[in-house]
């Protein structure tokens, strides 16, 4: 059996591309890699291709360089990403907590009419889940983690398709996912 193919609008630039998109610790990286492996695609996370481009963490590049230095350098990527799954697609790609909130990121995918997925989760797991991790360089406090989070959120909100992750094993996210209008008739 081939990789499967998205009933997407034609006016998407960007076919057989999903990216999902949420806040940290929602599950994009597990949840992306499930459902790549699922429909036989390509998996990628932004996040982890920066760092092996720059060979250093994310922490270290906000500490060394600074907020707006990543930003530039995720903006980037994310253009080349673009410009890979316009010519291949076939792929998942899990967008920083970041990345669509930001304006110009916001924007191209918009433009593209890129296929984005919000993992929805309340934002009290995501607090347990980050105050466990020690890679998140925007998690300092509960009280700044909550004002980012609704900083974020209007972004969000405006993605193709919002799937919650409340109470769900990554498998059965994936399941909520591949139940989209943009996956039917794959099954």
């Not at 597990?30 to 390509?42: D, F, K, S, Y």
């Not at 433009?111 to 347990?128: G, S």
Request: net charge negative.
């Amino acid at each position: 059996m081939g990789s499967p193919t998205l009933v997407q609008p034609p006016s998407s630039s960007l076919p057989n591309t999903v990216f999902l998109v949420g806040f940290m610790g929602c599950g994009k990286t597990t949840v992306g890699m499930c459902l790549a492996q699922r429909i036989a695609w390509r998996f990628m996370d932004l996040d982890h291709r920066i760092e092996q481009e720059e060979s250093i963490t994310i922490a270290e590049i906000f500490a060394r360089a600074g907020e707006a230095t990543f930003r530039k350098k995720e903006h980037e990527l994310l253009q080349r990403i673009v410009q890979e799954a316009a010519q291949e697609g076939g792929r998942v790609v899990a967008l920083g907590g970041g990345t669509f909130a930001q304006p110009q990121n916001f924007a191209l995918l918009q433009r593209l009419r890129a296929i984005t997925i919000w993992l929805e989760c309340p934002v009290e797991d995501l607090l347990f889940r980050c105050a466990l991790m020690t890679n998140r360089p925007l998690f300092q406090d509960e009280a700044s983690f909550r004002q980012l989070y609704e900083q974020r959120v209007p972004y969000y909100h405006q993605a193709t398709f919002t799937v919650s992750t409340e109470k769900a094993e990554p498998d059965e996210v994936v399941n909520r996912i591949l139940s989209l209008s943009i996956f039917q008739g794959l099954g």
